[in-house]
């Protein structure tokens, strides 16, 4: 998240320098290649290395000539799904020798409640003087140089001229602002994919309570969506994970001392999904000589970022099931990926994870049994 705002911000005409602790990142950046995909992105990159606007460093010295330090380093939750708090705070501290008074420190990661009061604390024990804001990022990953563009910025500071000071950075590609507390905005990013998490699960269960019956969703979905107003907005059903919508229910129930049982209802019923579309398999079939088939490794469609991505769990249980399993994915990475042709050629069975364009206009062998959740084979564009 943090490589397309830093090139926005220099193709606005700021001088910008981007400090990662992945040496091979930097590398990259500085070669004018882009670590992921990214609409539009490689293009910048390039042109913002040439006219000199943008600089990648591994060493975080550069940081004590910024008049702006925004931070964005993950925050995943740990294995037990609880949030880590330490992440930023050691992230604050190995560069705290280049801190210096006057600077503004945006927080741009997704954080736990009150994490920016206490940073700003923390600095201020520290006997520095560092205007802090929170500043959440809500691009849609891969998009997310268009939609800095078209988004309202939050800011969340607790004193005027701190938001004022932010306003003018942000102000180099938007003039829509949301003006909060700290707290409230790290607050309004978590209820934001908590609300998109819980979403995704009351479909996925509406799925799955009609599959269960043996109806087709497809037709019931169309009739609850089409010219009616009050289904506005209404998704379909498919896996929901990847490295936000999970992690930042979790964090939010945490935060309401897990009292949040429409959020942990939400995750039982996303994270079953894959076991429910293979129990759908073996209602057509025996699938212990089978072999499967997963098309589309990605958390969502058209991406190329694995992380937290429900096929690796599909994969896991049908393991259990069947006599092989082949994955594909057209974008994704991973040596352990085999491709779409020979996926097509082998499965008996086929299951659409990550609705990619390309499997629209896959042809399924009459023989072979396909579970596509996401209604994407066949379907228009
Ligand atoms: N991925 C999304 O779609 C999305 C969307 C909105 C918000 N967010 C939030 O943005 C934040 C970043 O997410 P991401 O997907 O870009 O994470 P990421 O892990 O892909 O990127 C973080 C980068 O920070 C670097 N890093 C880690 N520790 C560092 C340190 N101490 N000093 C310097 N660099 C360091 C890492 O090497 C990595 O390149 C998270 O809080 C996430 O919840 C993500």
Same mark, same amino acid.
């Given at each position: 998240?943090?490589?397309?705002?830093?090139?926005?911000?220099?193709?606005?005409?700021?001088?910008?320098?981007?400090?990662?602790?992945?040496?091979?990142?930097?590398?990259?950046? +500085?070669?004018?290649?882009?670590?992921?995909?990214?609409?539009?992105?490689?293009?910048?990159?390039?042109? /913002?290395?040439?006219?000199?606007?943008?600089?990648?460093?591994?060493?975080?010295?550069? @940081?004590?000539?910024?008049?702006?330090?925004?931070?964005?380093?993950?925050?995943?939750?740990?294995?037990? +799904?609880?949030?880590?708090?330490?992440?930023?705070? +050691?992230?604050?501290?190995?560069? %705290?020798? #280049?801190? !210096?008074?006057?600077?503004?420190?945006?927080?741009?990661?997704?954080?736990?409640?009150?994490?920016?009061? #206490?940073?700003?604390?923390?600095?201020?024990?520290?006997?520095?003087?560092?205007?802090?804001?929170?500043?959440?990022?809500?691009?849609?990953?891969? &998009?997310?140089? +268009?939609?800095?563009?078209?988004?309202?910025?939050?800011?969340?500071?607790?004193?005027?001229?701190?938001?004022?000071?932010?306003?003018?950075?942000?102000? !180099?590609?938007?003039?829509?602002?949301?003006?909060?507390?700290?707290?409230?905005?790290?607050?309004?990013?978590?209820?934001?994919?908590?609300?998109?998490?819980?979403?995704?699960?009351? @479909?996925?269960?509406?799925?799955? %309570?009609?599959?269960?019956?043996?109806?087709?969703?497809?037709? @019931?979905?169309?009739?609850?969506?089409?010219?009616?107003?009050?289904?506005?907005?209404?998704?379909?059903?498919?896996?929901?994970?990847?490295?936000?919508?999970?992690?930042?229910?979790?964090?939010?129930?945490?935060?309401?001392?897990?009292? &949040?049982?429409?959020? *942990?209802?939400?995750? /039982? @019923?996303?994270?079953?999904?894959?076991? *429910?579309? %293979?129990?759908?398999?073996?209602?057509?079939?025996?699938?212990?000589?089978?072999?499967?088939?997963?098309?589309g490794m990605a958390f969502k469609a058209e991406s190329d970022d694995p992380r937290d991505s429900l096929?690796?769990? &599909?994969?896991?249980?049908?393991?259990?099931?069947?006599?092989? /399993?082949?994955?594909?994915?057209?974008? /994704?990475?991973?040596?352990?990926?085999?491709t779409l042709e020979d996926v097509l050629r082998r499965a008996d069975v086929l299951f659409v994870a990550a609705p990619h364009q390309v499997y629209r206009k896959l042809k399924v062998?009459?023989?072979?049994?396909? %579970?596509?959740?996401?209604?994407?084979?066949?379907?228009?564009?």
């Open positions: 998240m943090g490589l397309p705002l830093a090139l926005t911000f220099a193709d606005s005409g700021l001088r910008t320098d981007i400090y990662d602790i992945n040496t091979k990142t930097i590398e990259k950046i +500085r070669q004018g290649i882009m670590p992921f995909t990214e609409e539009g992105g490689e293009e910048m990159l390039k042109r /913002v290395l040439a006219n000199g606007m943008l600089q990648a460093h591994d060493t975080p010295e550069l @940081i004590s000539q910024c008049s702006f330090i925004v931070l964005v380093i993950g925050t995943p939750v740990d294995e037990h +799904r609880n949030p880590n708090f330490t992440g930023i705070q +050691r992230a604050i501290e190995g560069v %705290i020798s #280049h801190l !210096r008074d006057g600077q503004t420190l945006i927080l741009r990661s997704t954080v736990f409640p009150g994490l920016s009061h #206490h940073v700003k604390q923390y600095l201020r024990r520290q006997g520095l003087d560092i205007a802090v804001a929170f500043c959440p990022e809500r691009v849609a990953e891969g &998009f997310s140089i +268009r939609e800095f563009r078209t988004l309202p910025q939050i800011v969340g500071a607790s004193e005027q001229s701190t938001r004022d000071a932010v306003r003018k950075l942000f102000g !180099r590609f938007t003039d829509d602002f949301i003006e909060m507390q700290p707290i409230e905005a790290e607050l309004c990013k978590l209820m934001t994919n908590a609300w998109r998490y819980i979403q995704f699960a009351t @479909i996925n269960q509406f799925y799955m %309570i009609a599959s269960e019956h043996g109806l087709d969703f497809n037709a @019931i979905l169309h009739g609850c969506r089409y010219k009616y107003p009050r289904t506005a907005g209404m998704p379909g059903p498919g896996l929901a994970a990847g490295p936000c919508l999970v992690k930042d229910t979790m964090q939010l129930a945490a935060f309401s001392h897990n009292s &949040f049982p429409l959020g *942990h209802a939400a995750m /039982v @019923i996303n994270e079953s999904l894959p076991a *429910h579309l %293979i129990d759908l398999a073996k209602r057509k079939v025996d699938l212990t000589e089978k072999t499967c088939g997963i098309l096929s690796y769990k &599909f994969r896991k249980l049908l393991l259990l099931e069947c006599k092989e /399993v082949l994955c594909s994915d057209p974008y /994704v990475h991973d040596p352990q990926l085999t062998r009459p023989d072979q049994v396909l %579970i596509d959740v996401w209604n994407c084979v066949g379907s228009e564009p």
